[in-house]
């Protein structure tokens, strides 16, 4: 029992660090506390499927840094995934003794921690400027507008489980207020990868919550057609919104160049020339942490002209990475590096339940624009969900 309690609060301490990204208080400090808690308590049984996906991961991970001509970079890159990899393990070793309602109050406590961060970053804004800055909502200056956005949306997936399950009407209402706050910060934001997956994530969320024979299936009907078009509505009235996605139309009718004065978006020129990167050596990758300083002398021969407000400047000026954790590791990984990466989503993805289950696939498509894996708001986030895999002792299924 005593270790149970320990392993309760190591999570929680965990769960309340991440959506705030102190500057002075790492949430590493907290996914530390969660792998000393699951080594001190229950049993070696193994999860084969979850160490197998970890330790394949890493370890070419590893290997490909041998024939990467940057190798002081693909250590660094080995440390950075280094919590995804360690919880993968270590939860893959032991089987945690833990029942069903304690994962839910992990998931509450994550949501209402988010809810909290979310809410002083908007007050903050308020006092500095009067009214809410896109440009200021980052906490700590660590997680930025895509992170923050992601981590609204899994706070969001997982107090709308508990929605259903509420037995009061108090309880019921509060949830209610919580996700609409979240999802107006998701809107807020104008993360447009978050803004095409939302209303996508709403319908199937719907179809899977009917699917169950929930109580009240009218109930739920109407409240995902509110959500729907009031988050529909907002994004066509907010003239931050609005702009975003009239930027993603004009920025599709110049895929290839630049239409009414308007120039693509940089990703389409990242992805172009880290294609190009990629295929110098499709199997076995250019070499752990090479991907990043290639993709950067390949830019060099970009001439298109971006503009940050009126200031016009070249891709080359920045070091950017692929902004796809996919295209990421086919270069530096080759095909091995996807299919070991695809590998440990997919285990990470079957194995979860409910809410958990929608996050893993947030985190994926959320990937397709930005190289998640390569800041730690993405790897601290995929450590927590890796932690969140249900083992077979857990007493009963989420909704």
Not at 54 to 71: C, G
Not at 209 to 228: D, H
Not at 322 to 345: D, T
Request: hydrophobic residues 50%; proline residues 3%; contains cysteine.
């Amino acid at each position: 029992m005593q270790n149970r309690s320990y392993l309760f609060y190591a999570v929680a301490s965990a769960a309340v660090l991440l959506p705030f990204a102190f500057e002075w208080l790492s949430p590493l400090y907290g996914l530390i506390l969660v792998g000393i808690a699951v080594l001190f308590q229950g049993d070696w049984q193994p999860n084969k499927w979850l160490l197998f996906s970890s330790a394949a991961f890493f370890d070419w991970e590893l290997i490909s840094i041998w024939w990467s001509p940057y190798r002081s970079e693909g250590w660094s890159d080995l440390v950075m995934i280094l919590p995804i990899v360690l919880m993968g393990i270590i939860a893959g070793c032991k089987s945690r003794d833990v029942e069903f309602k304690t994962y839910r109050n992990w998931g509450l406590i994550f949501a209402y921690a988010t809810v909290a961060a979310w809410s002083w970053t908007v007050a903050e804004s308020l006092f500095k400027h009067g009214w809410v800055q896109y440009n200021a909502l980052e906490l700590g200056g660590r997680l930025g507008i895509h992170y923050q956005s992601l981590y609204l949306l899994v706070a969001a997936f997982i107090l709308e489980a508990h929605l259903w399950n509420a037995t009061s009407k108090k309880h019921r209402l509060l949830y209610m207020l919580l996700i609409v706050w979240l999802l107006f910060g998701c809107i807020m934001l104008s993360a447009r990868i978050h803004l095409l997956l939302l209303p996508v994530f709403i319908l199937v969320r719907t179809l899977d919550v009917l699917r169950g024979k929930i109580v009240k299936t009218k109930n739920a009907s109407l409240w995902a057609v509110g959500i729907l078009l009031s988050m529909m509505t907002l994004m066509a009235v907010l003239p931050g919104t609005s702009r975003r996605l009239s930027d993603l139309k004009n920025e599709w009718r110049s895929i290839d160049g630049m239409v009414d004065g308007k120039q693509t978006n940089h990703r389409v020129y990242l992805w172009k020339y880290g294609w190009n990167v990629a295929n110098k050596s499709p199997i076995f990758g250019v070499g752990n942490g090479a991907g990043d300083e290639l993709l950067h002398e390949a830019l060099q021969t970009c001439d298109a002209v971006f503009y940050k407000k009126k200031e016009p400047y070249y891709l080359y000026e920045f070091k950017y990475d692929f902004h796809n954790i996919l295209l990421q590791n086919f270069a530096e990984g080759g095909v091995v590096g996807v299919v070991l990466l695809l590998f440990l989503l997919t285990t990470g993805f079957l194995q979860s339940q409910g809410p958990w289950r929608y996050a893993w696939a947030l985190f994926f498509f959320t990937g397709m624009t930005e190289s998640l894996l390569e800041r730690q708001a993405g790897v601290f986030l995929l450590a927590f969900l890796i932690l969140q895999i249900q083992t077979r002792n857990s007493s009963a299924k989420s909704g």
